[in-house]
């Protein structure tokens, strides 16, 4: 029996494999365990998490093919990688350092996620690496780091949930996306403690709160400038903390002015008399929480829609104050790890920015590079790949840990620029629908076959352990990019050993933002997790931010002005409703894993549309319908699911699949300006009624 945590979300529960006898079935059984996050508790994915160590289409060779119109074969070790180096190389002599580059993942490990970072710059020296964290975190991200000057989903244990008197949830439904979460949820209700759960879906989470708000999508950042405008109008600000720990507030309270309660109710549909409420509940609790998730954050304006939470969050006293705050919660395995080491396009490790000459002495000094050496910042996640094969843009790609054919927006366009590439190169544990495109696929190692560390949503840093031996024909990510280093010419700055190269991760990140240094195997294991930042050996590790000062130069925390704009695209005649999109509970991120689990793929055999009755009513379509949703990107069939929890004006439909049935084919890469996160949360689409096709 090995203890280690869950492959998928970012609570990264708590779990341990043991060997089922071959008369039992064999593989391995999965049994939650008392992890501080989960207490024993596992969602149906995680218990079902084993079933994919031995899946019969689990890759355990090399695949090449000389032409994409070819059929893959089956090659060695020594020929694949010596055709990704032949790629990468070509490549780059052809058009320039930055023609090749690396499209990494949150669900890498941080010793992969700092690998593939360096990897890129060190060895490859180029410019060109983002990730699909892009596309999960970084509005939320932008803004934490203007408002606190630090990025850490929670600023506090997760236990602390149940300690709040108040919740508010925007955009954030853990009921299904990490149901082992609500028990501290539980707890607090237990206690007396109100949830309000502000979305376009009337959702389990919703459905287990005091007060539901159901705004327009694309509208939350106008309810929270509204929710501001009522705190003042009632009150209810706490002038004392706003006083002692801020700067900015004049400017905010006065734009708060345009926010009267009329005007937003037009805007977002939601009742003043509902505002006022939850303004009240907000305001009036000994402890309260803001928690924002992707329903929010997903926009071309989600840096500033988290903004504007976070300004009522300090309006109301509520950072640093115990069981209080604002937070935002990670989607994705290591969505908090993937984001601190290097794999952004503009960030070196320990939440350096690349653009900064102090960042990047400190960073060459660790590596043993010159720092001249080391390019400037590159494009941002869609920007790539949206400029892959042209002038200028990226001709040879390595992708790790993301299936973007499924998850980009604009999926049917990323597809095509993916095929205009000279060389791809992806490392997955599947053919997904990503590799299928690939000229070379590496067959990487499991969760449960390697060691290595995550961080989960409170920035507590833990173990993953190798609880299964890895599959003869596999390698773990780590080996690859230390074997590529040696054949480029530049191995004896890389390690395979992921111990050390968290070590290194430890020195690369020490002084900055996220600082690991004092953090070690060691201390995880008998701490249970260490969370950052943790400077030295001695340090206890820092789970509540924020109770003294801000770790801005003053220490104060920022408002920020910010005001509400239309989405990027709004209904018209051709395409009269809104799209938005998220998870179902079975399923994970672009489904590579959960549509091969059969539990998890009996649960939820195909994605389903979310419709109202009376919208359906009017369209003809019936429950269990096929309909196709039309986007001015592109179109995708689905099957209908009648719900009164949506808003009749707006259609859900979830993001886990494929082929004709993939929602980002329809969604606008329409780009927030601050952190370059896409518009996935809205959009205007058609449905057409199909006959079955
Ligand atoms: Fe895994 Fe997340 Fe489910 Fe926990 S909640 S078992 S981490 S998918």
Same mark, same amino acid.
Not at 375 to 398: F, I, K, W
Not at 458 to 484: F, I, K, N, T, Y
């Given at each position: 029996?090995?203890?280690?945590?869950?492959?998928?979300?970012?609570?990264?529960?708590?779990?341990?494999?043991?060997?089922?006898?071959?008369?039992?079935?064999?593989?391995?059984?999965?049994?939650?365990?008392?992890?501080?996050?989960?207490?024993?508790?596992?969602?149906?994915?995680?218990?079902?998490?084993?079933?994919?160590? *031995?899946?019969?289409? /689990?890759?355990?060779?090399?695949? #090449?093919? $000389?032409? !994409?119109?070819?059929?893959?074969? %089956? =090659?060695?070790?020594?020929?694949?990688?010596?055709?990704?180096?032949?790629?990468?190389?070509?490549?780059?002599?052809?058009?320039?350092?930055?023609?090749?580059?690396?499209?990494?993942?949150?669900?890498?490990?941080?010793?992969?996620?700092?690998?593939?970072?360096?990897?890129?710059?060190?060895?490859?020296?180029?410019?060109?690496?983002?990730?699909?964290?892009?596309?999960?975190?970084?509005?939320?991200?932008?803004?934490?780091?203007?408002?606190?000057?630090?990025?850490?989903?929670?600023?506090?244990?997760?236990?602390?949930?149940?300690?709040?008197?108040?919740?508010?949830?925007?955009?954030?439904?853990?009921?299904?996306?990490?149901?082992?979460?609500?028990?501290?949820?539980? *707890?607090?209700?237990? /206690?007396?403690?109100?949830?309000? #759960?502000? $979305?376009? !879906?009337?959702?389990?989470?919703? %459905? =287990?709160?005091?007060?539901?708000?159901?705004?327009?999508?694309?509208?939350?950042?106008?309810?929270?400038?509204?929710?501001?405008?009522?705190?003042?109008?009632?009150?209810?600000?706490?002038?004392?903390?706003?006083?002692?720990?801020?700067?900015?507030?004049?400017?905010?309270?006065?734009?708060?002015?345009?926010?009267?309660?009329?005007?937003?109710?037009?805007?977002?549909?939601?009742?003043?008399?509902?505002?006022?409420?939850?303004?009240?509940?907000?305001?009036?609790?000994?402890?309260?929480?803001?928690?924002?998730?992707?329903?929010?954050?997903?926009?071309?304006?989600?840096?500033?829609?988290?903004?504007?939470?976070?300004?009522?969050?300090?309006?109301?006293?509520?950072?640093?104050?115990?069981?209080?705050?604002?937070?935002?919660?990670?989607?994705?395995?290591?969505?908090?790890?993937?984001?601190?080491?290097?794999?952004?396009?503009?960030?070196?490790?320990?939440?350096?920015?690349?653009?900064?000459?102090?960042?990047?002495?400190?960073?060459?000094?660790?590596?043993?590079?010159?720092?001249?050496?080391?390019?400037?910042?590159?494009?941002?996640?869609?920007?790539?790949?949206?400029?892959?094969?042209?002038?200028?843009?990226?001709?040879?790609?390595?992708?790790?840990?993301?299936?973007?054919?499924?998850?980009?927006?604009?999926?049917?366009?990323?597809?095509?620029?993916?095929?205009?590439?000279?060389?791809?190169?992806?490392?997955?544990?599947?053919?997904?629908?990503?590799?299928?495109?690939?000229?070379?696929?590496?067959?990487?190692?499991?969760?449960?076959?390697?060691?290595?560390?995550?961080?989960?949503?409170?920035?507590?840093?833990?173990?993953?352990?190798?609880?299964?031996?890895?599959?003869?024909?596999?390698?773990?990510?780590?080996?690859?990019?230390?074997?590529?280093?040696?054949?480029?010419?530049?191995?004896?700055?890389?390690?395979?050993?992921?111990?050390?190269?968290?070590?290194?991760?430890?020195?690369?990140?020490?002084?900055?933002?996220?600082?690991?240094?004092?953090?070690?195997?060691?201390?995880?294991?008998?701490?249970?997790?260490?969370?950052?930042?943790?400077?030295?050996?001695?340090?206890?590790?820092?789970?509540?931010?924020?109770?003294?000062?801000?770790?801005?130069?003053?220490?104060?925390?920022?408002?920020?002005?910010?005001?509400?704009?239309?989405?990027?695209?709004?209904?018209?005649?051709?395409?009269?409703?809104?799209?938005?999109?998220?998870?179902?509970?079975?399923?994970?991120?672009?489904?590579?894993?959960?549509?091969?689990?059969?539990?998890?793929?009996?649960?939820?055999?195909?994605?389903?549309?979310?419709?109202?009755?009376?919208?359906?009513?009017?369209?003809?379509?019936?429950?269990?319908?096929?309909?196709?949703?039309?986007?001015?990107?592109?179109?995708?069939?689905?099957?209908?699911?009648?719900?009164?929890?949506?808003?009749?004006?707006?259609?859900?439909?979830?993001?886990?699949?494929?082929?004709?049935?993939?929602?980002?084919?329809?969604?606008?890469?329409?780009?927030?300006?601050?952190?370059?996160?896409?518009?996935?949360?809205?959009?205007?689409?058609?449905?057409?009624?199909?006959?079955?096709?």
């Amino acid at each position: 029996m090995t203890a280690t945590h869950c492959p998928y979300c970012s609570l990264q529960c708590g779990m341990t494999l043991t060997p089922r006898p071959e008369t039992d079935g064999g593989g391995y059984e999965v049994t939650g365990t008392n992890f501080p996050t989960n207490r024993g508790g596992l969602c149906e994915k995680g218990l079902s998490s084993a079933e994919l160590l *031995a899946h019969p289409d /689990r890759l355990t060779t090399p695949l #090449v093919r $000389d032409h !994409r119109d070819e059929p893959f074969r %089956a =090659a060695t070790w020594d020929e694949a990688l010596a055709r990704v180096v032949d790629g990468l190389t070509v490549a780059q002599e052809r058009y320039g350092r930055d023609a090749a580059g690396l499209f990494g993942g949150g669900g890498l490990t941080n010793e992969k996620a700092y690998q593939a970072g360096k990897f890129v710059r060190v060895a490859l020296r180029s410019a060109a690496i983002d990730y699909n964290g892009r596309f999960c975190m970084s509005s939320a991200a932008a803004a934490s780091n203007k408002a606190f000057g630090i990025d850490r989903g929670l600023p506090f244990p997760l236990s602390d949930i149940a300690r709040a008197d108040t919740v508010l949830l925007v955009g954030s439904n853990p009921a299904d996306t990490m149901p082992p979460a609500m028990r501290w949820f539980a *707890a607090g209700r237990e /206690r007396g403690a109100r949830h309000i #759960v502000v $979305d376009p !879906r009337y959702t389990a989470t919703a %459905a =287990a709160s005091d007060v539901h708000l159901q705004p327009v999508p694309g509208t939350d950042l106008a309810l929270a400038n509204g929710l501001l405008h009522l705190a003042i109008k009632l009150r209810l600000i706490d002038t004392a903390y706003v006083a002692d720990r801020t700067t900015g507030w004049d400017a905010v309270r006065r734009a708060a002015r345009q926010y009267w309660p009329d005007r937003v109710e037009r805007i977002t549909g939601v009742p003043v008399r509902v505002m006022e409420r939850t303004v009240r509940l907000l305001a009036e609790s000994r402890a309260t929480m803001i928690l924002s998730a992707r329903g929010a954050e997903q926009h071309a304006k989600g840096s500033d829609t988290a903004l504007a939470w976070i300004n009522l969050a300090l309006a109301l006293g509520l950072p640093g104050r115990p069981y209080s705050g604002w937070a935002t919660v990670t989607g994705q395995g290591n969505g908090q790890g993937g984001r601190e080491h290097g794999q952004k396009a503009d960030q070196l490790p320990g939440y350096r920015m690349l653009a900064d000459p102090a960042a990047r002495a400190h960073v060459a000094g660790v590596w043993g590079v010159d720092p001249d050496e080391l390019p400037q910042p590159g494009l941002s996640a869609y920007e790539m790949l949206d400029r892959l094969g042209t002038d200028g843009g990226v001709r040879a790609l390595m992708v790790m840990a993301s299936n973007v054919v499924v998850s980009a927006p604009r999926a049917e366009h990323v597809r095509e620029r993916l095929r205009s590439l000279d060389f791809l190169v992806v490392s997955d544990m599947f053919l997904s629908e990503t590799a299928e495109l690939a000229d070379v696929v590496l067959p990487c190692a499991q969760w449960a076959e390697e060691e290595g560390t995550m961080t989960n949503l409170e920035g507590r840093v833990l173990r993953r352990r190798r609880a299964v031996p890895m599959p003869e024909g596999v390698r773990s990510d780590l080996e690859v990019l230390h074997e590529l280093a040696v054949r480029l010419g530049r191995g004896e700055h890389f390690s395979a050993d992921p111990e050390t190269v968290f070590e290194e991760l430890g020195r690369a990140s020490a002084g900055g933002k996220a600082d690991y240094a004092g953090i070690s195997y060691a201390r995880i294991e008998a701490e249970r997790g260490v969370f950052w930042p943790c400077p030295t050996p001695e340090h206890e590790g820092t789970p509540r931010l924020f109770r003294e000062r801000f770790p801005t130069p003053d220490g104060r925390a920022r408002f920020h002005v910010v005001h509400h704009r239309a989405a990027a695209e709004s209904p018209d005649d051709e395409y009269p409703y809104r799209l938005t999109t998220g998870r179902s509970r079975p399923h994970y991120q672009s489904g590579t894993q959960t549509r091969r689990t059969k539990a998890l793929l009996d649960a939820e055999p195909g994605p389903a549309v979310e419709i109202h009755p009376d919208l359906a009513a009017r369209l003809g379509l019936a429950d269990g319908a096929d309909v196709r949703l039309r986007t001015r990107r592109g179109s995708a069939r689905m099957r209908v699911r009648l719900t009164s929890g949506i808003r009749t004006d707006t259609v859900f439909a979830p993001f886990h699949w494929g082929d004709d049935q993939t929602v980002n084919a329809l969604t606008n890469p329409a780009l927030d300006p601050a952190s370059r996160m896409p518009e996935f949360k809205v959009c205007a689409v058609a449905l057409d009624v199909t006959t079955g096709e």
